[in-house]
């Protein structure tokens, strides 16, 4: 179960990725873990108006949606772990937290069938609570 | 989209507007917010909406939805806004038409999408006519709370579905009809003892009716056993019904704290409240940080039980003397002030010593006059001074107990039917009386209405004058007696108090005083 959870995973991360690069995003991350927890992605975007933002994103996949949404699994303490998490990230590399003083935190929800062929994913920006 | 909703909250007996205002976003992380100072109860209305909505055949929006309860500053609390949240969920996603005229929603959500029982429909309906809001959908076992009250259209609902085919036009709710001014019910089979039932204990029984005729409060002192509890349990049975306004003032408080059964309507039996002596003086008096009311409210007019009176707390029973003499109590706390009418008629019962039978002329008291005086100093001088009937309920003779000699007694003794009859005339003449005063019996008198009603003969106030002289009597006192003399007076159909009157009332206030 855990061996098929993480390939699940893996697949969300890069069906995540490769939409958002789509959408002009760049992936500077993959998978970013510490000792005390993770983020998928992490990534550079530029906005509307040329400014750029770093964004870290939570990718969230279930395979059918009978025992819930990906929405529903989001909530304050994954949201609060995140930006823990980004914390981190911007205390091991100085350089970044130079070039980008604020982020935004994004989710991607992937749902799957059971053939793994995603049925709809939607992306979420800059989430509050 | 955005949707408003009207519906209402409850402070005390006050009720105020409360605008439901949802909005269904398309843009932003999916959720469910409620904001506007919700309490627990409001917090978990998400989940009930959310599922009441699935099981009634809706798809739940995978959108942002805030919902706020406007005005936002005041706490809100109850899960009477389950109904507005989802109808406002609903006409966002456009599912449903909000209706032109303005409009009451108000109702908890079961899960399967049906409407449960909840409290405060009466007091809803009586803001909607205020207010001038024509429609109510409140839920259909509380309905007939506010098919009292006239000019207001009142919707019983069942559950979502038949309130969404309503307002889309599709299948109408029938408006229940008002509940015209309202037969007494058949009389509640739920009185314990009837007056035939005791034995002996006849000047104790002709006080008691007195008490009940008039709505004075009673005192009664006597050994375990002789009865006590028995005769104030067997007053429900010779109580008159409630008027209507009185019934609408019971209803308030019974509808707002939750004691009106599912499918019940306007009260019409006179409440009798029998509080233990561990009753806490917030339980019994009102409360809390969010005010509630207590016994003495909830007896609001009609008795007020309290037996084994020198086993409550002192500061317990200091506090009844307020309201006793106002008829209504304030309870002012850091979220506001708040009063609710107290209008009771105080039956209380003791005995006379820790044993039980000091001045029993058979068993011995074994207390010393240490104990009975510490016991009975726990019942104040101000307190007892409230009491207008002060009577002994001696042990009864066991002869009088055998069964042959109880079969006659009961066969001479008057049902509590019969007692009923009489004390209901007394009480019409009272009635008719003060009328247009909101007051509905003796005991509610104010000294100026003595003054205004009391027809008090020469030979009557020269005996008053007398007493008043001779034992000390205090000016409360003196206006008590009156009202208990006048009483009697009404018992008897009487139209002047005569000295005859006054000297029973007197009997009554002088006896316990040795």
Excluded: W
């Excluded at chain 2, 007939?144 to 969404?164: D, Q, T």
């Excluded at chain 2, 307190?383 to 066991?398: T, W």
Aim: proline share 6%.
């Amino acid at each position: 179960m855990k061996q098929f959870n993480r390939e699940l995973g893996k697949i969300g991360e890069n069906e995540a990725a490769s939409y958002l690069g789509k959408k002009g995003y760049r992936v500077l991350e993959r998978n970013y873990y510490t000792r005390f927890g993770e983020i998928d992605l992490i990534c550079t975007h530029s906005n509307s108006s040329g400014q750029e933002r770093l964004v870290f994103v939570e990718v969230k996949l279930k395979q059918g949606e009978d025992f819930g949404t990906p929405e529903e699994m989001i909530d304050k303490r994954k949201l609060s772990q995140a930006e823990r998490m980004a914390n981190f990230y911007l205390m091991a590399n100085p350089q970044i937290l130079e070039k980008y003083p604020s982020f935004s935190i994004d989710a991607v929800c992937i749902v799957v069938d059971e053939n793994r062929r995603v049925k709809r994913l939607n992306h979420y920006e800059n989430l509050t609570f | 989209m955005l949707t408003k909703v009207l519906s209402a909250a409850h402070f005390g007996l006050e009720t105020i507007p409360i605008e439901v205002e949802v909005n269904v976003a398309k843009k932003g992380f999916p959720g469910f917010n409620i904001i506007g100072l919700p309490n627990k109860s409001i917090e978990e209305a998400k989940e009930r909406v959310k599922t009441a909505l699935i099981n009634s055949g809706v798809e739940f929006p995978n959108l942002k939805i805030i919902v706020n309860l406007a005005p936002a500053d005041i706490p809100k609390e109850g899960s009477l806004y389950d109904l507005p949240i989802a109808i406002g969920i609903l006409a966002s996603m456009q599912e449903v038409l909000m209706p032109k005229e303005k409009s009451f929603f108000y109702g908890e959500l079961s899960l399967d999408g049906g409407l449960r029982h909840t409290r405060g429909v009466l007091l809803l309906a009586l803001a909607a006519k205020n207010l001038r809001i024509r429609d109510v959908f409140v839920p259909g076992q509380s309905a007939y709370e506010a098919a009292v009250v006239g000019g207001v259209s009142v919707y019983p609902v069942k559950n979502l579905e038949e309130l969404v085919n309503h307002l889309n036009g599709a299948q109408k709710i029938n408006k229940l009809p008002r509940t015209k001014s309202l037969k007494p019910e058949a009389e509640s089979e739920l009185v314990e003892f009837d007056f035939s039932e005791i034995v002996g204990q006849e000047s104790a029984k002709r006080a008691v009716t007195i008490a009940a005729a008039g709505g004075h409060n009673i005192f009664m002192q006597g050994p375990p056993g002789a009865g006590k509890t028995m005769l104030a349990r067997a007053i429900p049975g010779i109580s008159p019904p409630l008027g209507d306004e009185e019934a609408l003032e019971v209803t308030k408080i019974y509808s707002v704290t939750g004691n009106i059964p599912p499918g019940g309507g306007l009260i019409r039996s006179r409440p009798f409240r029998a509080a233990h002596h561990t009753t806490s003086r917030i339980g019994l008096i009102g409360g809390g940080s969010n005010p509630h009311p207590g016994e003495i409210s909830l007896a609001h007019n009609g008795v007020l039980f309290l037996d084994e009176f020198p086993e409550f707390p002192r500061a317990t029973l200091e506090a009844l003397r307020q309201p006793m003499e106002d008829g209504k109590v304030s309870i002012t706390r850091i979220a506001g002030s708040i009063t609710f009418p107290a209008r009771f008629m105080l039956v209380a019962a003791a005995n006379p010593c820790p044993c039980g039978y000091l001045g029993d002329p058979k068993k011995e008291c074994k207390c010393s006059p240490r104990m009975i005086m510490k016991y009975q100093a726990k019942l104040s001088g101000p307190l007892m001074d409230r009491i207008d009937l002060h009577i002994q309920v001696p042990a009864v003779d066991v002869d009088k107990l055998m069964p042959a000699s109880a079969k006659a007694s009961a066969r001479r003794s008057p049902t509590s039917g019969q007692i009923r009859g009489k004390v209901v005339k007394a009480r019409q003449v009272q009635y008719k009386r003060f009328k247009g005063l909101k007051i509905y019996n003796n005991a509610n008198m104010k000294n100026k209405h003595i003054k205004d009603f009391c027809n008090i003969d020469k030979e009557a106030l020269g005996l008053l004058k007398q007493a008043v002289n001779t034992y000390g009597l205090s000016a409360r006192t003196y206006f008590r007696l009156i009202k208990v003399s006048q009483t009697i007076a009404d018992l008897e159909q009487g139209r002047k108090v005569t000295a005859q009157h006054v000297a029973e009332a007197l009997q009554y206030r002088i006896r316990a005083q040795e």
